[in-house]
């Protein structure tokens, strides 16, 4: 996929966005596009300000310079349109699957017979037949997750932000449920800023590597990973995946 | 599994009703070789009797007192439910309550109930009062810091899907801290009846307080033992009802205790 068509219209623009603590700046004019159907993997060391940038994009929290737009009308500050997912599940405990996976539209003001007709259809796609009536406690690490990216799509059927959704598994059950989103995000055409600490993960995952730099809190350098090259099998044994990785290192000064 | 855990169960239940019997013969055998005096100590055979002869009379008081009690009760919890919300909602709030809720809790209840009963009488609600400054402290306590607890990551992703604050309570706050409610439930509900007792020895005409007083003057202690075991057993019926309640409640509870063992599906 090309990113950078002059004719491509991005879905979520970030424009010179700013956001200090206490006089102290996390992020400082920061400009980021997401394309329709795009995975943005935002690499950064500790208290680079990924987390905040979540948070502002989700409107949780208010820039104090730029705004966020969403198909070009502007969402800063404002929630209701973009969910993200943690690396916990943060399915609520006392809930089945099916009325965790539709709780976006419960809030939403849906009825419950409504929220779970609509998620039902849903839960073929996701692999999640047999579950509906369980207990979060009842499901493996994997398919809690696949419940929490339900629940997101749920909720945002354009844009999911995942903040380490794959961190708290283990290498086996990671490796499966990354390929699963893979496929899921091209079948249901989604665009995806995923926030990660894993460097494999970023260039495997992603169309775009973008790095968060702590001294400039910006926006300095960004990878662009072949798209045709990634769906290689032995990708990640490639020399191109190796020399991704270098130039990452290298830009995150490691 | 479920039959190992339910064989488990049955052997606990098996030990601890044993020690029961054997320490009902030894006080039995105490009592009729005389070691302590049997009026001092009657036997078990003679609180039994004692049980079975003063039945109408005491059911009589039971009444009253699981009335005041389960008044009390009511009251308590709803003020130490809608007190933590209270409480939770507003941090100067909290700040300037918490110290006056620990203050209401060093006032002894002893001291405080002739106090009540010069001012509101000899009716239900001194005793009711009473039972109510007992009970609405654990509740509040249990259900704020609960409150205060919730999983902050949880709260952020319901209001970035644009929650209320009244969704993010009843989706989120409420059902995490109902078993912190339970808890304190129990705590309260024991406590309701200690404090109906306590009410009724400083005044009253019935109720087993009342009762109790009446016997202790008249050194019938083997009524006395017969109401203390039907206070106990009043106490443990309660808990009782609120565990099984509990468990319609919270269904999801059983398997979060063996999320180990029932995380065995693949992904």
């Not at chain 2, 109408?56 to 009251?75: E, H, K, R």
């Not at chain 2, 704020?144 to 709260?155: C, G």
Request: positive net charge; aromatic residues 10%; proline residues 4%.
């Amino acid at each position: 996929m090309s990113i950078y068509q002059a004719d491509k219209i991005p879905i979520l623009e970030i424009k010179g966005v700013s956001k200090a603590f206490d006089g102290k700046p996390v992020l400082r004019d920061l400009n980021l596009e997401l394309f329709q159907g795009e995975i943005i993997s935002l690499l950064g060391i500790s208290g680079s300000g990924k987390t905040t940038l979540f948070n502002i994009i989700a409107g949780i929290l208010k820039p104090d310079q730029g705004g966020i737009f969403l198909n070009g009308e502007e969402i800063t500050g404002k929630t209701g349109h973009l969910a993200y997912m943690l690396q916990k599940d943060l399915l609520l405990p006392h809930l089945t699957i099916l009325d965790n996976v539709g709780l976006p539209l419960r809030i939403r003001g849906k009825s419950k017979s409504d929220s779970r007709a609509e998620a039902m259809q849903l839960i073929p796609k996701f692999g999640l037949v047999g579950y509906e009536n369980c207990y979060p406690a009842q499901l493996s690490g994997g398919m809690a997750q696949r419940a929490a990216f339900l629940r997101t799509y749920l909720f945002s059927s354009e844009i999911a932000l995942l903040d380490e959704p794959f961190s708290a598994l283990d290498a086996l059950t990671k490796d499966k449920v990354q390929s699963w989103y893979i496929e899921m995000m091209q079948e249901l055409e989604l665009s995806t800023i995923l926030i990660t600490h894993d460097i494999d993960e970023a260039v495997r995952l992603s169309d775009r590597v973008v790095i968060l730099q702590p001294q400039t809190q910006n926006i300095q350098q960004q990878i662009i990973i072949d798209p045709q090259l990634r769906k290689q099998k032995d990708f990640t044994l490639r020399p191109e995946f190796l020399e991704h990785k270098k130039q990452i290192l290298k830009y995150l000064a490691i | 599994m479920k039959l190992l855990s339910n064989n488990k169960k049955i052997s606990e239940k098996f030990y601890s009703l044993s020690l029961v019997a054997v320490l009902l013969i030894v006080w039995q055998v105490v009592s009729d070789v005389g070691i302590v005096p049997s009026f001092m100590l009657p036997s078990p055979v003679t609180v039994i009797k004692a049980f079975i002869k003063d039945f109408p009379v005491l059911m009589d008081n039971l009444s009253i007192t699981l009335l005041a009690g389960l008044l009390g009760l009511i009251f308590g919890v709803i003020a130490g439910f809608c007190l933590a919300i209270l409480m939770d909602s507003h941090e100067g709030l909290r700040k300037a309550i918490y110290p006056i809720l620990i203050f209401s809790q060093t006032v002894p209840t002893v001291a405080l109930a002739p106090l009540l009963v010069l001012w509101m009488g000899y009716g239900l609600a001194p005793k009711i009062t009473v039972i109510f400054l007992v009970t609405f402290f654990p509740v509040t306590v249990n259900l704020l810091e609960s409150f205060q607890a919730t999983d902050q990551d949880q709260i952020r992703l319901l209001r970035a899907m644009g929650a209320t604050n009244y969704q993010i309570f009843y989706y989120v706050k409420w059902p995490g801290a109902l078993d912190s409610f339970f808890a304190a439930l129990k705590v309260s509900a024991s406590y309701s009846i200690v404090g109906a007792v306590i009410a009724e020895w400083l005044g009253g005409s019935k109720g087993l307080g009342v009762y109790m007083t009446q016997v202790r003057k008249s050194f019938a202690y083997d009524k006395m033992f017969a109401v203390i075991f039907l206070i106990s057993a009043l106490s443990l019926a309660l808990l009782f009802v609120l565990n099984l309640i509990q468990k319609i409640v919270m269904p999801w509870k059983k398997f979060q205790s063996g999320k180990d063992t029932n995380n065995e599906k693949n992904s």
